[in-house]
């Protein structure tokens, strides 16, 4: 080597083959950060398509224990369960009833899977007649009269044997008046699973489908964050910690990438973050027209999701991505 010659820098050794690329990966997915949204309604023997979300459906309660019984098998250990009710009002009442079809869900899972983490979606829009999240006073919704419905949502839930209850609505002080109700009923170890940081976001088109949720007039950005603000959202962390919360989440999860990872370096319980149903219909969308490979895009958007920060990662991506991580 002469003196005038500089020696090249090769970082491309560390990406030579596959096994070095996979001694050396900086971050790893597991089936066991995947919890699983399942949408459940009345009736037997249903599997119905969501068009707006091929490869998800509503289960009817049977059916639907027979999918978490296949997630559980390739090694999911948690679903998430949405309602829909046989019939709805102006309070969302059926979100608490002991009959319920979550409550009957979480009941059936428990019999047949009672090693598996059930959680339950705690908001009121699936059960209303108008479709928000809470109780109607003078055209707005009402923060103070919803929280006490949702608290008896979350006792509801946690009588049927829920492992936790994850308030979605963005109600403030919803975690502190739930955790208080779940103590007071002696559920000392139902956890909260907090929607912190949940964006007014126009990603959650094909979940108002799947769910039947869309709101009959205006829009949730009154109560729902705004998608610019950023330190917003650490405060929404915060308040939500000092409340009670046992794991916190950011949804949506690739639009807010940069939120997760500003969260996870301030936050000390585990960080969730919801890869929603707008994310999983764009890659659908796309592999169906033939425009990308959806089996790498989805792998390289849960992965960035993980990379970010996320410990477990909300995903109706879980069932097929298991199918790739499984050996």
Known sequence: MTENESIIIRPRRL???PAIRDMVRETTLSVKDFIAPLFVKPGKGKKDPIS??????????????KEAGELWELGIPSV???GLPDQKDATGSRSWAEDGIVQQAVSAIKDRLPEMVVITDVCLCEYTDHGHCGVIVNGEVDNNATLELLARQAVSYARAGTDFVAPSDMMDGRVAVIRKALDAEKYFNTGILSYAIKY?????GPFREAADSAPQ????AG????????????????????EGADIIMVKPAIPYLDIIARVREVSLVPLAAYNVSGEYAMVKAAEMNGWIDGKRAMMEMLISIKRAGADLILTYFAKEAAG????
Do not use: C, W
Request: hydrophobic content about 40%.
């Open 223 to 242: 109560y729902q964050m705004d998608p610019a603000n950023a330190i917003e959202a650490l405060k929404e962390a915060e308040l939500d910690l000092e």
């Open 52 to 65: 707006s979300m091929p490869g998800q459906y509503q289960f009817s309660v049977d059916t639907l224990v």
């Open 200 to 204: 007014d976001s126009a990603f959650y």
């Open 15 to 17: 990406r030579r083959t």
């Open 217 to 220: 007039f205006g829009d949730r």
């Open 80 to 82: 998430i369960l949405f």
């Open 324 to 327: 790739h991580l499984n050996p």
